[in-house]
């Protein structure tokens, strides 16, 4: 999957030194959480080194920007992703969550598989993510503020836990909760959502190859500020639906209620998925800016991914729901 090309070869060679420190230090992370491959590695498991802020890469499974769908995306800047967060247990400013979230244990953890299943359990979290095959995704993310990045995540297919947890036939949507501690998320102790924050998606969404758990990006473990210890990502969905610091997983019948769905229903519907014909009430939803750039790009229907997703929406009505 991530094979270099000769183009992609030319400008690491670019790379500042620190990154490869990063790089290294990712190898050790990744091992003591217990995601590498016994002895072969991260690298060898992602087949190749991972990518590099300032890189060119086309998107994973998605169609890459520019004319004709020819120009690759460029990594953003890690900075940018790690230091401007919308992380609200953790304070509603955007740079508030990097500060409040450095001393929050991720460890232990556990996630909780419930509801519609034939295998429910607690799962500590080496548990749950060991097997897991977790590879590089590069995914760009349009969150429904206007701003996008272009994020390097280590993850694996929600669809592999899903699979083995057996869901039941009556089983039609999952829904994922995030942590509720409002002594470590300071953010938990005011009125400004409905804690814990859930989100939602319909089972064919969280069993698509694209939707992913993320354990980590830029080649290393995942910053507390980004929603360590493992994180939802669904690319062609607005950013709120990748939950952050999940807990649990429930299989359900009906549709699960969502945070923001339930804090204001005509700005944020289930669905959610990026559409640049669908105006938020309060604002246009056609351009987006890439953190560290000024200029305003258009927006890509389902963030770009409309020929691997637009199939799960054939005859809806993607204006009701939006
Ligand atoms: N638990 C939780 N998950 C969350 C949020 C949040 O406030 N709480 N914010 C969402 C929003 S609005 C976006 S755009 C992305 C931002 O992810 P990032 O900070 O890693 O870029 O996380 C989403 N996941
Ligand atoms: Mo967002």
């Known amino acids: 999957m991530l094979i270099r090309k000769p183009a992609d070869i030319a400008s690491s060679e670019i790379t500042p030194e620190g990154t490869y420190l990063d790089r290294r230090r990712f190898l050790g992370a990744a091992a003591g959480i217990g995601l590498a491959a016994a002895g072969g590695g991260v690298a060898s498991l992602l087949g190749c080194a991972g990518s590099e802020e300032g890189e060119a890469r086309p998107v994973t499974g998605g169609r890459s920007e520019g004319r004709g769908g020819a120009e690759p995306d460029v990594v953003t800047e890690e900075r940018r992703v790690t230091e401007f967060n919308n992380f609200y247990e953790f304070g509603t400013d955007k740079s508030e969550p990097a500060e409040n979230a450095k001393a929050f244990r991720t460890r232990p953890w556990t996630v909780a598989v419930e509801g519609l299943v034939h295998k429910p359990g607690v799962f500590p979290l080496e548990e749950f993510v060991k097997g897991a095959k977790i590879e590089e995704r590069v995914y760009r ?7 996008s990045a272009v994020i390097p995540w280590l993850g694996f297919p929600l669809a592999d836990v899903l699979r083995r947890a057996e869901p039941l036939a009556s089983a039609k949507y999952v829904e994922l909760t995030t942590l509720y501690d409002p002594k470590q998320m300071p953010g ?13 998606l319909r ?5 698509h190859p694209l939707t992913i758990l993320s354990t980590g990006m830029y080649g290393k473990t995942l910053p507390n500020q980004n929603g360590a210890p493992l994180r939802l990502v669904v690319p062609w969905k607005y950013g709120f639906k990748s939950i952050k610091s999940v807990v649990k997983l ?9 945070a923001w769905n339930k804090a ?3 700005e944020y519907g289930f669905y959610s998925n990026v559409n640049p014909t669908v105006d938020h009430p309060r604002w246009s939803q056609a351009k ?7 200029r305003k790009r258009p927006t890509l229907m389902f963030n770009g991914y409309g020929e691997q997703v637009a199939s799960l929406y054939a005859g809806m009505d993607l204006r009701r729901n939006y």
């Open 188 to 200: 938990q102790r005011r009125d400004v959502l409905d804690w814990p924050y859930t989100e939602g």
């Open 264 to 266: 204001a229903a005509n």
């Open 203 to 207: 089972l064919d969404e969280a069993m």
């Open 141 to 147: 993310l349009r969150c429904v503020e206007g701003w």
């Open 288 to 294: 987006e800016r890439r953190l560290g750039e000024w």
């Open 250 to 258: 429930r299989l359900t019948e009906t549709q699960p209620q969502t």
